[in-house]
Structure formats: structure tokens, C-alpha cells
Nanobody, 125 residues
Framework: QVQLVESGGGLVQAGGSLRLSCAVS????????MGWFRQAPGKEREFVAA????????YYGDSVKGRFTISRDNARNTMALQMNSLKPEDTAVYYC??????????????????WGQGTQVTVAS
């Protein structure tokens, strides 16, 4: 079993920054990738960013490219999302997720087997 715990959410003014962290514990062998997704009220959960665990390759959603940076620390089993130049439309619950299977795209929400409980990010205008 795998447990994911997010931290670092909060309230920030537009243009500000936040750093989210995801602590991973349990049976984390054979991890293909980890990702961040978000869900705003009344909207579907959407892809934000992902990082391939073995080589560190990163992937971003169009709306966050150039503003958000995903990173991982294999030794500490943690993942982070540095969010800069935040906009009110970034307001959402942010979830970290782990994809164990090596097939399929890292962009596909349905392919992630494990999820954290989510952390709220609110960007005030």
C-alpha cells in the first residue's frame, strides 16, 4: 500500500508564490511517475504537472507552463510543486498522485493508482 500526504496549501495574493509538498510512504517500488492534479469547484479534476521517477523528465499542463515547477527527491521519497505568478484561476484543491504502471501517458488521470487527500490553494485577486 502507498500513502501520499500533501502539505503547503493556503491563501496567497495574485502574483504570489506557494510551494506544495507530497510525502510518499509505503510500498513505493516500481513507480513510473508522480503527478499533481487540481480540481476547482464545479469543474473536473485536471492535470497540472508530472515527473517521471527514474529520470526526472517533467511534463506540464498548458495553463501552468513557465510558472510551476515540479521536482522530486528520490532519497526522501518526496515531491514538490513550486507555484509562481499565481492567478485567481489557479484556485483549486491540489492532489498529488502516484502512477505505478509503466504503460500509458503520465497525463492520464485514470492511470494514477494512489492519491493524496488534497490541499486547498486559494489565490485572491
Amino acid at each position: 500500500q502507498v500513502q501520499l500526504v500533501e502539505s503547503g496549501g493556503g491563501l496567497v495574493q495574485a502574483g504570489g508564490s506557494l510551494r506544495l509538498s507530497c510525502a510518499v510512504s509505503g510500498r513505493t517500488f516500481s513507480t513510473h511517475a508522480m503527478g499533481w492534479f487540481r480540481q476547482a469547484p464545479g469543474k473536473e479534476r485536471e492535470f497540472v504537472a508530472a515527473i517521471r521517477w527514474a529520470d526526472g523528465n517533467t511534463y506540464y499542463g498548458d495553463s501552468v507552463k513557465g510558472r510551476f515547477t515540479i521536482s522530486r527527491d528520490n532519497a526522501r521519497n518526496t515531491m514538490a510543486l513550486q507555484m509562481n505568478s499565481l492567478k485567481p484561476e489557479d484556485t483549486a484543491v491540489y492532489y498529488c498522485a502516484l502512477k505505478r504502471t509503466y504503460t500509458g501517458s503520465v497525463y492520464e488521470l485514470r492511470l494514477y493508482e494512489y492519491w493524496g487527500q488534497g490541499t486547498q490553494v486559494t489565490v485572491a485577486s
